[in-house]
C-alpha cells in the first residue's frame, strides 16, 4: 500500500504527462553525459510595462518538475525547452512530490 505523499506523487507526474499543462524538456542532470526526455509544467519568462506608471516586471522562467521525472533535481541540471537550453539556478521541494525550478539562460557558476 502506497502512501499519501506517494499517490500525490504520482499524480502530479501524471498531471504533466497526461495534460495540455505538461511540455516536453530534454534533462542533463549535472555531469552527466546521457540526457532523457520527461514532462514538465512550465512557465516561460516575459516581461511587460504598466501602461500607467510605467513599472517594468521581468518574471524568470520556472519549471515544475515531479518526483517521478526526476527524483533529485540540482542547480546546475540543464532542461532543453522549446529550443532554448535552460540552467537550473534554485529548487525548491514542495513535500508532496512536485519540485519548482528557477531557471536561467545563464549557466551557473560555483
Avoid at 3 to 23: C, K, P, Q, Y
Avoid at 45 to 54: A, E, H, I, L
Avoid at 85 to 108: C, D, E, F, H, W
Wanted: no cysteine; aromatic share 8%; charged share 20%.
Amino acid at each position: 500500500m502506497s502512501t499519501l505523499r506517494e499517490r500525490i506523487a504520482s499524480d502530479a507526474g501524471r498531471l504533466f504527462r497526461e495534460s495540455l499543462l505538461g511540455v516536453e524538456a530534454v534533462y542533463t542532470a549535472t555531469g552527466a553525459s546521457v540526457s532523457r526526455t520527461i514532462s514538465v509544467g512550465f512557465a516561460p519568462p516575459y516581461s511587460q510595462v504598466d501602461m500607467f506608471d510605467g513599472e517594468a516586471t521581468n518574471t524568470t522562467p520556472v519549471a515544475f518538475v515531479p518526483e517521478t521525472e526526476v527524483e533529485s533535481p540540482a542547480r546546475g541540471d540543464t532542461y532543453l525547452i522549446d529550443d532554448v537550453t535552460y540552467y537550473a539556478q534554485k529548487v525548491i521541494p514542495n513535500g508532496i512530490g512536485l519540485n519548482i525550478v528557477t531557471l536561467s539562460r545563464q549557466a551557473t557558476h560555483g
